[in-house]
């Protein structure tokens, strides 16, 4: 029996080697290591049942032992158990694959594995700000999908839509201002553009907010989830870039200034023109 186990194991694992060398998307990964997981879960099951009943031998007393065990298993298990029901839910209804990113509670994270126990992240912030890995990786209990939210990034696609934010001074030229940005944003993304999947929007809008300083400038447009600070950062800095080069729109950041005007009262003024 331990052998058959092995060798079932081993060619289990060849199996996974051949398949994952040739699937492209993280779809497919995600769907040939849930359903081995799952053909491995079956295996373990029926070998349980298979060495408890090679031991009792008889059935009547079988089905007597398996119903006190299920009682006590069921009392003392009840995180496990919650676990393998939540794995099932995760692998039926799939409501995040290997590779997505998402949040769990407080925790944000690109699935990298989804197991009968836990889910695994690979974290995402964590130790910095940001969309980007810390490297660490998060162990989450499955069963903890049927007490906290989730949020995927990567549902419909690897595209979200996501926002800059520039301030500028009143006195700048909105109009070149909104130019500025706008042709920020489509230079760096352009290279992207063809990747986009139909239905990702390739255009930018602005969105304006009068403050006390100046005047925000909001653009918004979809970008790839896992490069999402990279690309935001070659866009804030080629803003930087042209606007300070452009000599009709200033960034506008909380200050005080002091303005002395050369300006006579109108005793001053009098008393000179007597003079």
């Not at 009968?116 to 660490?136: A, C, D, Q, Y």
């Not at 200050?255 to 006579?264: A, C, N, P, R, S």
Request: aromatic share 10%; glycine share 6%.
């Amino acid at each position: 029996m331990l052998l058959c186990s092995i060798i079932f194991l081993i060619i289990l694992k060849i199996i996974q080697h051949y398949l994952l060398k040739r699937v492209k998307t993280k779809k497919q990964i995600s769907n040939i290591k849930v359903f081995l997981g799952l053909i491995k879960f079956i295996f373990i099951f029926f070998l349980v049942v298979i060495l408890i009943s090679l031991f009792y031998g008889n059935l009547t007393q079988l089905g007597f032992i398996a119903g006190l065990l299920s009682v006590a298993l069921g009392w003392a298990l009840q995180k496990p158990i919650s676990g393998v029901v939540a794995w099932l839910i995760l692998i039926i209804r799939r409501p995040f694959d290997i590779g997505d990113r998402i949040i769990i509670s407080t925790i944000k994270g690109d699935v990298t594995d989804i197991t009968l126990s836990h889910i695994f992240l690979n974290e995402v912030g964590g130790t910095i700000e940001g969309e980007e890995r810390s490297g660490r990786i998060v162990m989450i209990p499955t069963s903890i999908i049927f007490e906290k939210e989730i949020i995927n990034y990567t549902r419909e696609s690897d595209y979200i839509l996501v926002e800059i934010i520039t301030a500028i001074t009143y006195e700048s030229n909105l109009e070149k201002a909104e130019e500025i940005i706008t042709s920020a944003v489509h230079k760096i993304l352009e290279p992207f553009y063809n990747d986009f999947p139909q239905g990702v929007p390739k255009t930018s809008h602005i969105r304006l907010q009068f403050r006390e300083s100046g005047i925000e400038v909001t653009i918004r447009y979809y970008t790839l989830t896992m490069q999402r600070n990279r690309i935001a950062t070659n866009i804030r800095r080629e803003i930087f870039y042209q606007i300070k080069k452009a000599k009709d729109v200033e960034f506008a950041y909380p200050h005080t200034e002091v303005i002395f005007k050369d300006k006579l009262t109108s005793k001053e003024s009098r008393d000179n023109t007597q003079g």
